[in-house]
T-cell receptor, first 117, second 115 residues
Framework: DTAVSQTPKYLVTQMGNDKSIKCEQN?????MYWYKQDSKKFLKIMFS???????INETVPNRFSPKSPDKAHLNLHINSLELGDSAVYFC????????????????FGEGSRLTVL | AQKITQTQPGMFVQEKEAVTLDCTYD???????LFWYKQPSSGEMIFLIY??????QNATEGRYSLNFQKARKSANLVISASQLGDSAMYFC????????????FGKGTKLTVNP
């Protein structure tokens, strides 16, 4: 079973549309994240949720709205898509305090490649 | 603010040789964790190794070792006996203890292993 799964893996859409990317983790982790990887491969955190509560919002435009219906899911909804939103979006999860009590591993999904035309 | 710098956009190594990927970091916080991730061309992110700022010994995981020099604020990844399958992007990352639980990534180094 995939630990962190994202759907869809590929998404091609027109500018101005609204789209969602779903993420689910079956690891029992408390914390989930969304990262954006741009065309230059730079990975930057967007959001972090702990037990369904938003704890990090890194100056992401309001068009991006994460939703966590439960601690195993963190979905990303994007309104009014722009060309610059084209990127690979990674969902990830970690145990609460895992960076210090365990090996510190962040478990990533396989990424969702969004292309805005 | 914490910052991670990887100065080598690309590196080449011959199969079976060792290679060092550089990473320097900047933080005034005494407690932090350093990580290396591998991203093959297939796109997934694979955790390789972790080093805590208070760990006395350098971390090792199989062919991966982290050369941690705290005074220099460097956390270089050493891959021994390179294999063709090691060709990938490698990302160094840092997390601060007690702060928001997020990894801040460097810009990555693309490693190519030549046969």
């Amino acid at each position: 079973d995939t630990a962190v799964s994202q759907t869809p893996k590929y998404l091609v859409t027109q500018m101005g549309n609204d789209k969602s990317i779903k993420c689910e983790q079956n690891l029992g982790h408390d914390t989930m994240y969304w990262y954006k990887q741009d065309s230059k491969k730079f990975l930057k955190i967007m959001f972090s949720y702990n037990n369904k509560e938003l704890i990090i919002n890194e100056t992401v435009p309001n068009r991006f709205s994460p939703k966590s219906p439960d601690k195993a899911h963190l979905n990303l909804h994007i309104n009014s898509l722009e060309l610059g939103d084209s990127a690979v979006y990674f969902c990830a999860s970690s145990q609460d305090n895992s960076f210090w009590e365990n090996t510190g591993e962040l478990f990533f999904g396989e990424g969702s490649r969004l292309t805005v035309l | 603010a914490q910052k991670i710098t990887q100065t080598q956009p690309g590196m080449f190594v011959q199969e079976k040789e060792a290679v060092t990927l550089d990473c320097t970091y900047d933080t005034s916080d005494p407690s932090y964790g350093l990580f290396w991730y591998k991203q093959p061309s297939s796109g997934e992110m694979i955790f390789l190794i972790y080093q805590g700022s208070y760990d006395q010994q350098n971390a090792t995981e199989g062919r991966y070792s982290l050369n941690f020099q705290k005074a220099r604020k460097s956390a270089n990844l050493v891959i021994s006996a390179s294999q063709l399958g090691d060709s990938a992007m490698y990302f160094c990352a840092m997390c601060l203890q007690g702060g928001s639980e997020k990894l801040v990534f460097g810009k990555g180094t693309k490693l190519t292993v030549n046969p």
